[in-house]
Every structure is written in C-alpha cells, then in structure tokens.
C-alpha cells in the first residue's frame, strides 16, 4: 500500500512533442557521436603521420641545414670579454684579424610536428668538454708566444710599408693598393700588441674560465613557383635553433616550429630498422650555399665527400627512415628515437606530432600550397618530386676513374663524386659531363681547389696547398693561376697578375724581410718598378771634370740657366707632361784614391753654393789604396762646409779589382775606414755610391757601418733599384740646358718634403 502511494503516474506526451530535456539529451549523444568521431579520426591521422614510417618523399621534405657559430668566452678582470677559437684554441684568424666564430655546417631532420631537429654532433661534443683551469693557462701562455712573436714579424712589415709611403705617391702604378695593405696591417699590428696585453690580464687573472657560447641556424629547402615562367626556383627558409640537449653522436635543436612545405621523420617503433644499401641517402649539399637538397644512393654514399653527406637520412627497410649518417658512422633510428623520446618525453613528443599531423589532416592536401615569409611554396611532396634518385643515381667506371652520383643520358649530371686514376678526387656539381657550379678537386699532392667551375675550368676560386699557402683569384684550364689574384702564406702576400701559374704582369709583394716589391714581374721574378716621371719629383746631377771637358774644349757650367730637359735621351722611359725640371741638388766628384782632385770641384761647388742650390762632395774609391788614406786625402781637398749634403763613397770596383786587393773582406774594411773617418769629420752619416749588382752580389756580407750607410744607386734600366735607397741614378745620358754634353741624372727616392727633412737632418755639421 506504500508502495502504491510514492509510484508516479506515467504520463504520456502527445505524439510530435519532445520536452526540454530530451532535446539536451539528444544535442549530447549528437556531441558524443562527433567527438568520437574526431577522436578516431585523430588516432588514424597520428597513426598514419607518427606510426606509419616515412618514405622518400617525406625524408626529403623533412632535411635541412644546421649552421652552428662556436666560440669561448674568456673575460678579463676588467670585464673585458676575448673570443677563443674552439676549432684552433687562437684569439686571431689565419690572417692576422680578431676571431669571432667557428663555423659548424651539417644537414639535420625534423623529427617532431612542432620543429625539433636532430643533428650529428661529434664537432660539437668535442667544442662543448671547455678547456680546464689548467688547459686554459697552458693555453693563453702558448697564445702570449705567438702573438708576440706575430708582433715582431708585423713590425718588420710595418717598417717596409712605412718605408714605401714615404717614398711613393699616388702617382705611382700600385700605390693605392699598397696603401691598403699598409692600412690593414698597421691596424691588425694594433690588434696584435692590444691582445698581448688582454691575454696577459687573462693570465694574471687564476680564475679565468672559458664558456662555450653558440648560435645556431636552421634551414629548409623550399620550391618557389613563378607564375610567369611555369618553372620552380629553389628557396630557402631560415630561423634560429635552441639546443636542447646533445651526446657524443647527436643534437637537439629546438625551433619555432615546422616551417611551411617542411615534414618530419616518423621514427617509428614498430618499423624503423637498419639501413638497406640499395636505398637512398637524403641529404643537404654542404660544399655550396645554396644548401640545395639532393638524394644519393647509400651503396655509394662512400664513394662521395662524407663531410657534405654529413646529418642525411639513409632510408631503411621498405624505404622507411633508418640511419642518420655522420662524418664517420651512422647512427640507427633506433637510438635517435630514444635520446629524442629521453630528452622531450615519448608521450610528450607523441602529443606534439598529433597537433601537427592532425591539423594538416584538416587543413591540406598532398598538393596543396602553404604560406611562409619567401612567398608561395609548394608542400614537401612536390619539393621531393624534383630528386627521384631511382631514375638518375648510379656508379660508373671508365678510362678517367670512378663516378659515384646523378647521370643524365650516361652522363654526370647534378651532384656527384669522381675519383680520377690519377688519385684526384672532384665533389660537386655536375652538367653535361663537366664540373659546372661549386665544387671542390683535391689533387694527389693534397692541394684543393674550391670554387665556381664552368665546363671543367675552375674559374674563379680558392687554392689551399698542404703547407698552408693559399691563393685566391682565377685559374687557367690547367688550374693554374691566371689573371688576376692573391696568393698569401706564413712569409708573406703577392697581389696582381699571373700567368700559367707564375707571378707576370704587375703585382705587389709583401714579405717579411723584404723590401716591398710593387711593380712589374716577369716569369716569377720582380723586375723592378717603372716609375713615372713628374714635374714632381726632385731630381738632381752629379758632375765631374768630363762636363767641361769635352774632346779637348773647356766648356763652362752655365748655373743661372741649370733645367733638365731630358732626363735619357735614348728615351723608353715614362713621362708624364713636359720634361723641364728644375735641378734640385747636385753632387761634385772632389777627389779619387790618394792623389787625384777634380780641378774644378772649388768653383763649381762655390758656384752653387752661391745660388743656394744643395750641394754635396764624392769621392772615387781606388782598390789600390788604404781606405783611411783615402778618407784623409778627401776630407783634405772637398774643404765640406756646414749645410753641405752628405758626402759620397763611389765605389765601382770590377771583380777582377775586388780579388787582386784580397776578396771582399778587405774591400769592407778599407770601406769601413773610409766611412768612419769621414764620418767624424762631417758630423753625419756619409753616403754610398753603388750598383745594383755590386749590391746583390756583396753587400749582404757587409759589416753593420756599410749598411748603416744610406745608398745611392747606378741602375740604368726602365726598373727603379728594389733596395732601400736615397738617390737613384737613372741615367748617364741626361741633358740639362746650362751644361755642355750628357749628364748624370738622379732622382731623390721620396717626396720633395722628405727630401727637405732630408737636407735639415743630415747635412754637414
């Protein structure tokens, strides 16, 4: 009976109408439905892009390029922060200027929807184990030598170029280029001596440590249509990288996400296995810019430049992803999977392929288009369309050697290897047959040569040999330097022309040492300089007893009248303007050996005196008398009066004349008496009158008073003498109007301000 009273009537409502909460309790199933509907359609869309492995097309898609900047960080007590080279433990670059960083270039794979990259890692691994306290201070004292001693060998080039600055001027074939020299190395000098002190703080400092700084580049390759001519170009998308973590063997860069037209590797459990050889290897060309995507044949990927393979993926059973390659193993997709699975967490990494793969599954097709900041790109799979290997891979073996990669019509075409007879080996690009584009040949002597190639010719390039020298410019058909380039190595630098491999033409040499050599070579050899005479220049004669005496007439000097009008008569010299020259100095012969005297040496010397022209006194050195006789005999008749130029030494002895008084040793030391007893007598440095072949034949024996001397030099060539000299004398066939016959001409090795300190500093006292 209680029963009965709690039951509810059942009321029935009238066919057609539905109350409130059915309607809510059908809107609910309807949810329910549609969310497992979306839910089964998610599983088999991360199914399809997580667990199904990845086949060619999507390896292709999901390579890019890694480029890593290396450097340790050092800082100084006074917050001072040095950069030290990873790759070479230095603080400069081969050539002199302050490291910044070293680069690290690899192919990687995307191995998440959301961008994260794997990378090999052994360079790195290596830069990341830092120098110890104690490595670290072993490291900077080796540093503190080098730079020191790079300091002394600077300072020997600075003088050189000081020494030509002060001696050329624009006007001279070269100036400006060896101006520019001069300029970089006067600044990497300052450099230099800046970081000797900087390291020496360092040092000081006990507590100094080095800290591994990097950036990383991540970038993929995209096609780009043009509308108007129906082809793809080749682009490329560019974003920075976050390392995440590494090991001996591989990187985890993380981005900002997968970019437009890029997939990722689905390193599957269930069917990632070994690498089979007869599939293919995905790479990104290392040896050109354009970090171009190409597909290579693993059974041959041996056969190519392991370090432009470096970071592909070998594809493995059934052509899924199997292997990463590095520089000198593979690793399996086994243990990516697990240092990637260890490092972001599997279901972590599950989670974030399932976004990705399930919005692409919403929102593209195979063929539709994505948007990115280079413009309209094609997705992935037409990227990969451009590189089917299947059609063009192969290895062939002929007459010439071994080629390992893509052929056109039995011809190599793209990238490939060739591994000449001869123990050559070329790697790069490839058209009609030919080398064509950037590639690298590394000859049987070691000697590589990279750069642009155009049907078989290296145009254009760079040429390292084994010792370290390294030329830059262009190359013959022979791959010899030809045209113009530079050549540098550890003793010094030539820029200019060459031919056949040798220095010919105009060019300029640098070396520690050396005079600065800037002015016409033939056959690898310098010939000398070909100046251009100006208005500009100061030129000055010297003059003996055989300007006015000539075929027995007294002829007189007319010295109000003193212009240089030609300054060689038998011409072939160049000159710029018309040749009226005012003499600017003029030097007299006073005496020769211990007997003879210039009868007209006192009037001519009084004559310019007179007219305030600079003039100066030479002596004729004889072999068959004693050096201080002859000094004494001199200082006795030239009579040198305060202001007067420096006096000379003309010593011109045969080397039948050099032997008969005892050898050159005795020729330096009655020299030496000569020039110590006049130099006391004058108060200044006296002056030595030699040839250029006297000078290449003996002075590099002669004792420290000879060459302490300033030399004035007899060369009568179109060449200007390659020694540091004071006056040049340039020709014995020169015509001056005042003056009856030929006349010496000489010209002052400098600028008419130097010739004036010249005269203040170092005349007669």
Not at 117 to 127: G, K, L, Y
Not at 436 to 448: F, V
């Amino acid at each position: 009976m209680t029963e009965e009273r709690n039951a509810q009537p059942i009321v029935t409502a009238p066919q057609g109408f539905h109350s409130t909460a059915d309607t809510k309790w059908q809107k609910a199933r309807r949810r329910q439905k549609l969310t497992r509907w979306l839910a089964a359609v998610m599983v088999v869309a991360v199914w399809w892009g997580h667990f199904l492995p990845s086949r060619l097309a999507e390896d292709v898609n999901a390579v890019c390029r890694v480029d890593i900047a290396a450097w340790y960080e050092l800082v100084t007590p006074s917050a001072d922060t040095l950069r030290l080279s990873p790759r070479s433990l230095r603080f400069t670059t081969a050539d002199g200027r302050l490291f910044t960083t070293d680069s690290l270039k690899s192919g990687g794979l995307y191995v998440s929807g959301q961008g994260h990259v794997v990378a090999p890692a052994e360079t790195f691994d290596r830069w990341a184990a830092v120098p110890t306290a104690d490595s670290l201070q072993r490291i900077l004292a080796g540093e503190l030598e080098r730079l020191k001693a790079e300091s002394v060998r600077l300072k020997d080039l600075q003088r050189e170029l000081a020494y030509y600055a002060a001696t050329h001027s624009v006007v001279d074939d070269g100036y400006n280029e060896v101006m520019a020299r001069k300029a970089e190395t006067d600044s990497i000098g300052q450099l230099t001596d800046s970081l000797i002190d900087r390291v020496k703080a360092l040092q000081d400092a006990r507590s100094t440590r080095a800290q591994l700084k990097f950036d990383i580049t991540v970038s993929h390759a995209v096609t780009i249509p043009d509308t108007k001519s129906g082809q793809t170009a080749l682009g490329i998308i560019s974003a920075s990288g976050r390392l995440i973590t590494h090991n001996t063997n591989l990187l985890l860069i993380e981005t900002d996400g997968l970019p437009a037209g890029a997939d990722f590797v689905a390193l599957s459990p269930r069917f990632g296995g070994r690498a089979d050889g007869g599939r293919a290897v995905t790479v990104t060309a290392a040896l050109d810019e354009t970090k171009q995507v190409v597909a290579i044949d693993a059974a041959t990927a041996h056969e190519l430049d392991r370090a432009a393979l470096t970071g592909g993926c070998v594809a493995g059973r059934g052509g899924c992803f199997g292997a990463m390659l590095t520089e000198s193993d593979t690793v399996a997709a086994a243990q990516i999977r697990q240092f990637v699975g260890a490092a972001l967490g599997y279901w972590h990494w599950w989670w974030l392929d399932a976004q990705t793969t399930f919005k692409r599954t919403l929102t593209l097709t195979d063929d539709g288009p994505a948007r990115s900041q280079v413009g309209h790109l094609q997705t992935g799979h037409n990227l990969a369309s451009r590189y089917r290997a299947a059609e063009t891979l192969t290895t062939r073996i002929d007459s010439l050697g071994r080629y390992a990669g893509f052929m056109v019509q039995g011809r190599p075409e793209g990238y490939g290897t060739m591994r000449y007879a001869d123990g050559s080996a070329y790697t790069g690009e490839w058209h009609n047959g030919r080398r064509q584009g950037h590639g690298m040949l590394t000859d049987s002597s070691r000697t590589t040569y990279a750069g642009t190639w155009q049907a078989d010719t290296l145009t254009v390039g760079t040429m390292t040999t084994i010792d370290g020298g390294v030329y830059q410019g262009r190359f013959d058909s022979s791959l010899r330097p030809s045209g113009h380039g530079q050549w540098r190595d550890n003793t010094g630098t030539y820029e200019g022309e060459w031919l056949a491999g040798r220095r010919n033409g105009f060019g300029f040499a640098i070396t520690q040492g050396a005079i600065v050599k800037a002015g016409v070579w033939r056959d690898d050899k310098f010939r000398g300089e070909q100046m251009i005479y100006t208005a500009d220049r100061v030129y000055g004669i010297d003059i003996s007893r055989h300007q006015h005496e000539i075929k027995k007439k007294i002829h007189p000097i007319v010295w109000d009248q003193l212009r240089i009008a030609d300054i060689d008569r038998a011409g072939g010299r160049r000159i710029n303007g018309t040749q009226d020259y005012p003499v600017s100095f003029v030097y007299i012969k006073a005496t020769e050996g211990t007997t003879i005297v210039n009868r007209y040496y006192a009037a001519d010397a009084a004559a310019a005196r007179r007219r305030s022209l600079p003039v100066g006194a030479y002596h004729f050195f004889s072999t068959r008398s004693g050096g201080a006789a002859q000094a004494r005999h001199f200082i006795a008749k030239a009579r040198m009066q305060r202001g007067d130029m420096a006096p000379v030494l003309d010593v011109e002895p045969t080397d039948r004349q050099i032997a008969a008084m005892g050898g050159p040793e005795v020729l330096f030391r009655e020299m030496a008496a000569w020039v110590r007893m006049v130099k006391v007598a004058s108060g200044t440095q006296p002056v030595l009158y030699l040839s250029q072949s006297f000078i290449d034949k003996y002075m590099a024996n002669a004792p420290k008073t000879l060459t302490e001397c300033p030399v004035w030099i007899a060369r009568y060539s179109a060449f200007k003498p390659y020694v540091h000299l004071l006056h040049w004398q340039l020709s014995p066939r020169g015509r001056v109007r005042g003056i009856t016959g030929d006349v010496d001409i000489n010209v002052y090795n400098g600028k008419r301000e130097g010739f004036m300190e010249y005269l203040k500093q170092s005349g007669v006292k």
